[in-house]
């Protein structure tokens, strides 16, 4: 009878140790001033196009901020170059990433991660890490991935989150650099220690913090996924615009981006899109080349919640022509100018040889 008493007792504080365990291995890493980031560099923050930026942009120690305009930063947020702004988001970037990376780990990762769907825990990779095709994360609770080295994701790929999965509780802790790749879809924020790119295309539902390199933009759209979650009911649910200039002629890959409510959502438009361009419901992405004309039209998004919760927008997408299409007109016409010319001249040259 002692003997089962004893291992009753040794069973339930095995059990309260365990819990206590977990608690902690997924508790929210404090982000600070962070939380009003989006984007945030040690050195420069460096854009091409129209990408569109949903919170902060910020530079310290460095204070080179270079391709706003044509980029744009909305949702009440605002560029901060070396000010103190900025500073002290770095110190609170020192500390998040310090303490993401000390966490308990709860289980090892490696490799690519794309095809599996992983739960709410702390995921270490002693090396580096790649995103290929869709990695779902699923349920409440934090998720933070342990970094050794780089972070890579492929071209067109996904992190998609369901069952109360939410952007803001996601954290990725980066060794040294990440790279987001072309028109791939990324959630969480991620906290490197070196640089942050995202090339052409690519659409961030989170944060991109770098401590000392810089953070690079190509035709992005990066939104602030608020502070993280960690009781009581959901965010309330909004949805963001995707990019508005496009070109006649050339690719266009942007998304709807939807925050708050509860994951995984559903995406519709009300009216048309420019010719020439789709929109995927599940994922809110918008593709394709555009043949020509400006659009405005109304998005939706539809959340998981019982019952689910609805939320609008009005957006535009302008057509501009391509400059590819406007250099062969323009060439044309200086060369018919030059020829013209040309042959005025030799023309008076020799009727001067003449006299």
């Given at each position: 009878?002692?003997?089962?008493?004893?291992?009753?007792?040794?069973?339930?504080?095995?059990?309260?140790?365990?819990?206590?365990?977990?608690?902690?291995?997924?508790?929210?890493?404090?982000?600070?001033?962070?939380?009003?980031?989006?984007?945030?560099?040690?050195?420069?923050?460096?854009?091409?196009?129209?990408?569109?930026?949903?919170?902060?942009?910020?530079?310290?120690?460095?204070?080179?901020?270079?391709?706003?305009?044509?980029?744009?930063?909305?949702?009440?947020?605002?560029?901060?170059?070396?000010?103190?702004?900025?500073?002290?988001?770095?110190?609170?970037?020192?500390?998040?990433?310090?303490?993401?990376?000390?966490?308990?780990?709860?289980?090892?990762?490696?490799?690519?991660?794309?095809?599996?769907?992983?739960?709410?825990?702390?995921?270490?990779?002693?090396?580096?890490?790649?995103?290929?095709?869709?990695?779902?994360?699923?349920?409440?609770?934090?998720?933070?991935?342990?970094?050794?080295?780089?972070?890579?994701?492929?071209?067109?790929?996904?992190?998609?989150?369901?069952?109360?999965?939410?952007?803001?509780?996601?954290?990725?802790?980066?060794?040294?650099?990440?790279?987001?790749?072309?028109?791939?879809?990324?959630?969480?924020?991620?906290?490197?220690?070196?640089?942050?790119?995202?090339?052409?295309?690519?659409?961030?539902?989170?944060?991109?913090?770098?401590?000392?390199?810089?953070?690079?933009?190509?035709?992005?759209?990066?939104?602030?996924?608020?502070?993280?979650?960690?009781?009581?009911?959901?965010?309330?649910?909004?949805?963001?615009?995707?990019?508005?200039?496009?070109?006649?002629?050339?690719?266009?890959?942007?998304?709807?981006?939807?925050?708050?409510?509860?994951?995984?959502?559903?995406?519709?438009?009300?009216?048309?899109?420019?010719?020439?361009?789709?929109?995927?419901?599940?994922?809110?992405?918008?593709?394709?080349?555009?043949?020509?004309?400006?659009?405005?039209?109304?998005?939706?998004?539809?959340?998981?919640?019982?019952?689910?919760?609805?939320?609008?927008?009005?957006?535009?997408?302008?057509?501009?022509?391509?400059?590819s299409q406007d250099v062969p007109t323009l060439s044309t016409w200086a060369l018919?100018?030059?020829?013209?010319?040309?042959?005025?001249?030799?023309?008076?040259?020799?009727?001067?040889?003449?006299v």
């Amino acid at each position: 009878m002692k003997t089962t008493q004893r291992l009753k007792k040794l069973s339930l504080l095995f059990l309260g140790v365990a819990f206590s365990y977990c608690l902690r291995a997924q508790s929210a890493v404090p982000l600070g001033s962070d939380v009003t980031y989006t984007v945030l560099a040690g050195s420069t923050v460096t854009n091409t196009g129209p990408t569109i930026i949903f919170g902060n942009v910020g530079v310290s120690p460095g204070t080179a901020v270079t391709g706003f305009p044509p980029g744009a930063v909305t949702g009440g947020g605002a560029l901060h170059a070396a000010d103190g702004s900025a500073g002290q988001a770095q110190i609170d970037l020192t500390t998040a990433y310090l303490n993401a990376a000390g966490q308990a780990a709860t289980a090892t990762v490696s490799g690519d991660l794309g095809g599996q769907t992983l739960t709410s825990g702390v995921y270490k990779s002693t090396s580096s890490l790649g995103i290929t095709g869709t990695l779902t994360l699923s349920g409440p609770g934090f998720f933070i991935f342990q970094i050794g080295t780089a972070l890579t994701t492929a071209s067109g790929s996904h992190v998609v989150l369901i069952g109360g999965a939410r952007a803001a509780n996601i954290f990725w802790q980066v060794g040294s650099s990440a790279t987001l790749g072309t028109t791939s879809t990324f959630s969480g924020t991620i906290l490197a220690q070196a640089s942050v790119t995202l090339t052409t295309g690519a659409v961030l539902d989170g944060r991109a913090l770098a401590r000392t390199g810089a953070v690079t933009l190509d035709h992005n759209t990066g939104v602030n996924p608020g502070a993280e979650v960690v009781s009581g009911p959901p965010p309330t649910l909004s949805i963001t615009c995707p990019v508005g200039a496009a070109q006649v002629g050339q690719p266009y890959n942007s998304s709807l981006v939807a925050t708050g409510g509860t994951p995984p959502y559903t995406f519709s438009i009300v009216g048309a899109l420019p010719p020439g361009l789709i929109l995927d419901t599940a994922s809110g992405a918008i593709t394709g080349t555009p043949t020509g004309g400006a659009a405005t039209f109304t998005v939706t998004v539809v959340d998981s919640e019982g019952p689910p919760v609805t939320a609008t927008n009005t957006c535009t997408i302008t057509n501009a022509a391509s400059s590819s299409q406007d250099v062969p007109t323009l060439s044309t016409w200086a060369l018919g100018l030059l020829a013209l010319s040309l042959v005025t001249y030799a023309m008076g040259s020799r009727r001067k040889r003449h006299v």
